[in-house]
């Protein structure tokens, strides 16, 4: 029988298990690993999907930037969790976020633009993004020569459901 999985907004205990998630997929370069501080002050960003065997199996946060625009980043499902839906599920749970905002724009840094314009966003050229968004990248150890792609969602329609 197919698995069921959902989503849920994650809490303090999640954290551990989201830090490990992250730092394994930043150790292989796609994405950046956040500390533990960060988290905890951030908790309130991330959505979370439970693992069978009680760990995290996907994770996803909605970075407000300014007033129209939010950032989808620290997106990981686990390696043999792949393929089922869950990307499309803590995206999803982004952009619900967005709309209950009423924030109009959401955009990701990526490798994984494939996966994003599955799901309804479009590649955009990274200079159309406003430089107020540029805050955290100075802290990325690749800026400024970033080779990630920028994808683009506007927020109205149901356009993840794609
Ligand atoms: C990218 C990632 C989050 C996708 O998660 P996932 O759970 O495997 O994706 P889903 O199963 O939700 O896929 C949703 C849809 O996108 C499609 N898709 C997923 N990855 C794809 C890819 N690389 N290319 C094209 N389509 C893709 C799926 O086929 C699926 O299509 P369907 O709904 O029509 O069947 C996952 O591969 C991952 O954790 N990668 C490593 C970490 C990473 O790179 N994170 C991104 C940082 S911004």
Redesign the pocket.
Known sequence: MKQAFSVRRAHMDDVKGIHSLLLQ?AQ?G??LPRALIYLYSHIRNFWVVDAEDGGIA?C?ALAPVWQDLAE????????D???????????EACVADCRELRIEKVF?????E??????GFEIVDKSVLPQKIWADCVHCPKYPDCD?TAVFLTVGGDRTH?
């Open positions: 997929t292989k796609l994405l996907a996803c989808v980043c620290s997106l990981v499902v686990r390696e969790l792949r393929g089922k839906g869950l990307g499309r599920l803590v995206v990701a840094l990526t490798y994984q494939k996966f994003f314009t599955h799901i990630e794609g």
